[in-house]
């Protein structure tokens, strides 16, 4: 579990895919975006600007990341990488939250 102390929340949610996809911008004080989430059953393709490192906090998917070959299973405690101008796509068998950290290199 992460300890997020003198944080700002959005009110406003970020909504993806006609609302299957909702998230809320996390904005410590170390200007480090993070944000949280949750996931329907569902197939979904996301681009990246930044780097990006999520953390699965419930639930069960499939990930492939741009220009790898195979399909990854994560699942609940998982984390996964991807990187900076990039694209995944995700195959969610299960309502997932998530926990996603914004890297700027």
Known sequence: ???LNNIKITKEPNIYFEGKVVSYSLLPEDGLRK???????G???FNTEEKEIIEITSGKMEILIANELEWK?????MTFEVPASSSFKLK?????SYFCSYIKE
Request: proline share 0%; aromatic share 4%.
């Open 1 to 3: 579990m992460s300890d």
């Open 35 to 41: 944000t949280l989430g949750v996931m329907q059953v």
């Open 43 to 45: 197939d979904y393709e």
């Open 73 to 77: 299973k994560i699942e609940t405690g």
């Open 92 to 96: 969610v068998a299960q309502v997932a």
